[in-house]
Nanobody
Framework: QVQLVESGGGLVQPGGSLRLSCATS????????MGWYRQAPGKQRELVGN???????EVADSVKGRFTISRDNAKSTVFLQMNNLKPEDTAVYYC?????????????WGQGTQVTVSS
């Protein structure tokens, strides 16, 4: 059974940093591309960025230069380093498999971790 457990969220001031973690189990992590997604209040869930099994990454234009994705295959964990946070980054952040069809094509989600950027 696939399990995705996100952690590391919190309240941070604009310009601050957070590092999110997603511990996974139930599948062969090193063979899978993973994605970080977020959902702000009243908005649809969106892809923040993804990391392929060779550790190549892509991030959305809105977070380019500020967010970095990495993975630790030995621990089946994917990370999202978020720097220079802005109020518009406030959302619940989720990890999941990366799908080129978008988050609506994914059926099973973890509980997510809340990130609030506010002074």
């Amino acid at each position: 059974q696939v399990q995705l457990v996100e952690s590391g969220g919190g309240l941070v001031q604009p310009g601050g940093s957070l590092r999110l973690s997603c511990a996974t189990s139930g599948f062969i992590f090193r063979l899978v591309a993973m994605g970080w997604y977020r959902q702000a209040p009243g908005k649809q869930r969106e892809l923040v960025g993804n990391i392929f099994k060779d550790s190549g990454t892509e991030v959305a234009d809105s977070v380019k230069g500020r967010f970095t994705i990495s993975r630790d295959n030995a621990k089946s964990t994917v990370f999202l380093q978020m720097n220079n946070l802005k109020p518009e980054d406030t959302a619940v952040y989720y990890c999941n498999f990366y799908s080129s069809s978008g988050p609506d094509s994914l059926s099973s989600w973890g509980q997510g971790t809340q990130v609030t950027v506010s002074s």
